[in-house]
């Protein structure tokens, strides 16, 4: 593992635990040019994945976009960091028992759509006001409405 820091090729693990969910590892490393130290995290891949995105383009999933996305969303909100984490990986097993080769990003936002409504309502608004690119504040007033219309019945 390349130091983050130095760039030097050579790191050494000093420390390895399962996570709290088990999903993954976590591991205390440190590099032996520099001496700092960082974490890194192992998770399990059941198959690689290709996003195919509404104007044709194809790039790899990346998990890491999937979790800053929902952490934009989620910002400055009363949510754990390890919830996010938990609904994260919840999303990338879905979408890897999927079987398919190719998800569409429609099929990836309607699952963190549906993760948000359950998690928090204003994250699932914000997402929503990017994901289905409001563009005047009339779409947000009609959006927002319906969710809390959702909310009482």
Do not use: N, W
């Amino acid at each position: 593992m390349r130091c983050p820091f130095c760039s030097h090729p050579e790191t050494q693990v000093k420390d390895s635990r399962p996570t709290e969910d088990g999903a993954s590892i976590r591991r205390r490393r440190q590099c032996e040019e520099c001496g700092a130290r960082f974490t890194t995290f192992e998770r399990i891949q059941l198959r690689e994945m290709t996003v195919l995105k509404s104007e044709g383009r194809r790039e790899a999933f990346e998990r890491e976009k999937l979790e800053r996305s929902i952490s934009i969303a989620c910002r400055k909100r009363p949510i754990d960091p390890a919830r996010i984490d938990r609904l994260v990986t919840g999303l990338q097993r879905r979408l890897e028992t999927l079987g398919e080769p190719e998800i569409t990003s429609q099929q990836i936002g309607e699952l963190v759509m549906d993760a948000l409504r359950g998690l928090d309502s204003v994250a699932y608004i914000r997402f929503a006001s990017v994901y289905r690119d409001f563009s005047e504040a009339k779409d947000f007033e009609d959006f927002a409405g319906s969710v809390v219309d959702a909310g009482r019945g």
